[in-house]
Every structure is written in C-alpha cells, then in structure tokens.
C-alpha cells in the first residue's frame, strides 16, 4: 500500500508541541500503528521538535513543517524549517558510559533518537533544514 502524507505547518514554539504530537499521533493510531513504536516515535519528535523550537530562530520566531507519511508498515516523520542551518548527526555520540556529572551537555537526545528509529537523515537544502525520521513496525497477527 503506498504511504499517505499529511503536513501541518505551526509556530517553531516549544507551546506548540502538544499540537505536533496530537496531529502525529492520530494518524498514527488511524494507521493502527503499534503502542510501542508510537512512544519511540513521540519522544523523537519531541527532542526534534524542541530543538527547532530553541535553536532554529534565534533572534526572530519562524515555522516548522512537519510531513507526516505513513503506511501499515511504517511511519516517516520529516521535520522541515528554514533556520540557521544545523546537522545535529555531525555532532559525536555522548559517551554514556561515563557518569551523567561527568559528561558535556548535549547531544543525548539526538543519540537517543538515532536509537528508538530506524533511519535518520538530514540534509540542507533550498534554504531548508530537512530532517527525516522513519520507524519500521510490524502490525501484531
């Protein structure tokens, strides 16, 4: 079955992350996406989401995107705004080996959304940051 997109377009404002979550969230459960993988995929969009939200605009407040397609196999989230330009997968894994007292701040949310998803990729283009989650699942029988 070929995937369906859906895009809704809000403020890159940490306020308007219960939005983001709700519009994902329901086409997740339209598409009877499984419990677990929506928890991953939610704590994804939110570091994604938050740090758009905090870094993307400093001196001004402009938009997010957030493409939404999905099928009964997977679901691909794609974060789009057009801020400073910013690859968070450049930034090196966190040593979490050593004690959180112990270790630089940053970068573990971005590490912990390379780990709950299965692809994820970024590119910088038209002006644009693209980042791009996807979430493989399978439905139970």
Avoid: W
Wanted: net charge negative; hydrophobic share 40%.
């Amino acid at each position: 079955m070929e995937p369906k997109t859906h895009e809704l377009t809000v403020c890159a404002d940490v306020d308007q992350l219960h939005d983001v979550l709700a519009f994902v969230d329901d086409l997740l459960e339209e598409h009877d996406c499984p419990i677990k993988a929506q928890m991953q995929i939610d704590v994804a969009l939110e570091e994604l989401f938050v740090n758009i939200a905090q870094y993307a605009y400093p001196d001004s407040t402009g938009k997010a995107v957030i493409r939404v397609s999905i099928s009964s196999e997977f679901a691909e989230i794609t974060l789009i705004d057009s801020g400073i330009p910013y690859d968070p997968l450049k930034k090196p894994d966190p040593d979490v080996t050593l004690n959180a007292q112990d270790r630089p701040i940053g970068g573990l949310g971005i590490f912990m959304t390379k780990k709950l998803m299965d692809n994820v990729s970024y590119e910088y283009k038209d002006g644009r940051n693209i980042l791009t989650i996807k979430k493989c699942f399978q439905l139970s029988t």
